[in-house]
Each structure stands twice: as C-alpha cells, then as structure tokens.
C-alpha cells in the first residue's frame, strides 16, 4: 500500500488522536479484555488515516472515518483473540515502543497490527507518529537485545570454542519472536517473507497480504515459516480452536442465488460479530462482483440465523434491506433471502473458512 498521506503528516496526526478517543467500541488506548491467563494478545492501531480509504469509503457527506469502516474486521479479530484464551489490549494509537515492548515481554502470544504498508520495503508498517515505520530489519534487531541479554553479542564471543561460536551465529542470525498468532492488515507484508520469519514461533499462524489490503479481512495465510511448512492445525493444541458452527468473529464465503433471475449468481464474503449474550450479531457482508460492502445487523437462536442488510459500508451495485434466514450444520449453512430493495430473493449457502 502506497503512502500518499504523509503529504499533511501534522493533520493526520491531529485526526488520529482525535478519532482514537472517540472510538466507543474500540475503547480508549490501553483497555484491555480477556480471561486473565496470563498470555496477552495486542491490538494495535498504527497509521490508517486518509487517503488510505479517501477513494473508497466515504460517507454521504465526503467524511472518511476509517477507524469505523475497519471497525468490523477489528472487533473479529478481537473476538477470535478471546476466544484462545489471551488478555487482548487494543491500543488505538500504536508506535514503534508500543509494538517492541509487546513483542520483548515473553507474555505475548498474539499479535494484530491495522495500518499502511510499503511495497518497495515488503513488511514495513507505518505507525502513529508522523514519518515513523518499522521494518522486518528493525524487529529482528529487537530480538537480537533479548538475545544479548542471555548470551552476549559477536564480539564477546571470540575466546569460545569455535564450534560453540558458530552455533552462537547462527542462532544470533535466525534470531525471531515466537508468536502463536498474528494478523497483520497491511499492504504487502506477505510479498516476501521477512515479517513472518521475524515474528513467528515455528508452529505459529500468520495471516496477512501480499498485495493490498482493503475494508475488508481477505487475508490470506503464511504457508511457511523460515522455509519450513507452516502447520496446518491450530497450535499444535496449545490454543483451542473455535467450536464448528460457532459465529463469533467468523468470515464465511458462498453465493446468492436468485430465483427470478433465473439462477443469477453473486459471491459473497460475510464476517460476522456475535452472539452477544442476547443472541444479536452484526458485522457486514461483502459482494466482490457488485463492489460492495454492507452492514449487517440480526440475531442467532441455535442453529438459526437472521441477518438484514441495514448499510452501505462501501457503496456499489449490491441493495439494502435484503435479509437472510439460514440454518447452520456444522460449517456451513443453507437457507433463503428476500425483502430486498429491488424485489429480488433466492436462496444462499456458504461455507465457514475461518
């Protein structure tokens, strides 16, 4: 993702603060939520002001306010958090100290970082304070402190046996975190493999981008680490995985199929928040070839779930007030739509991918 914001640094900085106090569901910077085990998982808020989303998420008023767009792909990951088990801390307004005092306290377990990447630099992310990024480079040497901590730098080592020394080398040159989990919702930071590799204990689970990254959470995830394969299943069962059927922060995918358009077909990515001790969920489906975003607000009894389209998020072909009636089997779900706007109705189906 290109930065072209850093033209009015002083405005976006200004802005940042000020959306980052007015934000109600994502709290002030530093609040905290979880089970208490001990394991943390952070939040953090880097750069995402305009003209990030200048182009694509505005309001009626030619407003942009990106923290609210993001809002839903945010809260999931919040609730996924929770749901292994981690204390999460968001902090809306994130920097460099933020993110390397997280990373150098043994109690992190998890990661998610929303903001601006750099193509020319794969993996670079651009914090809160105005000029400020951080390299896969910078993180690596963050490891390296720790390392030093223990067993010295090169230059300490020079009385050693050699074979120690080189065993010394290579661990100083592997040198890496080791996160359970990580997000990260920025441009490019999968277009090579630097961030993963700094980052990533040997069975983690890093999903990310190698080209842009929009509104929405279409990430993909890390199929290596340090040139191994990225395991596949969980954290080899040091997290539990979320029960199969289960909504909270989870995205399926499927089509909408209309009846009196004889078959007419629409792919759809949903992200879904909830239930909340009531039964209600909300979050905001996707329709790629309408491009478009919308709200979605309703409620789950069982395995029963209503949904209605309530907003555009990003405004393009696809109408509101269509809703959803489906039931879910397992991971995946079958059912029927009507009260659209224009009419239309049909029947839906979609399949749970995380």
Known sequence: MKIIGRLFPVFIIVLALILGTCTISLGSEGDSSGSGTGEKAYIFIGDVNPPWYSLLLRSSFGEVDPYKELQPVIEAQKKKLEAMGYTVTIQTIAIENDLKSALQDPATKAVAWFGHGDEGIPGTIYTAHEEETITPGDIAEWTREQLAKEVGTPDTWKGLPDLERKELMKSWNDAHFNLEYAYFHTCYGMKNNDLVDVLMADDGQFY????TAGISDTSEKATSIR???AKEQGFSGIVPAMPIGETQGSVWSGEAISEPKNGKTWP????????DSDGLISGQIEWPSLN???KIDGHKTGNALSFTETADIQKGGAVLSCKYDVIIEGNSFNGKWSGCDDGDYG???????S
Request: net charge positive; proline share 8%; glycine share 20%.
């Open 292 to 294: 478009s975003i919308n």
């Open 208 to 211: 990310g981008y190698s080209g």
């Open 268 to 275: 759809f990515k949903l992200t879904l928040i909830g239930p």
């Open 227 to 229: 040139g191994k394969p």
């Open 347 to 353: 029947t839906i189906n979609g399949q749970m991918t």
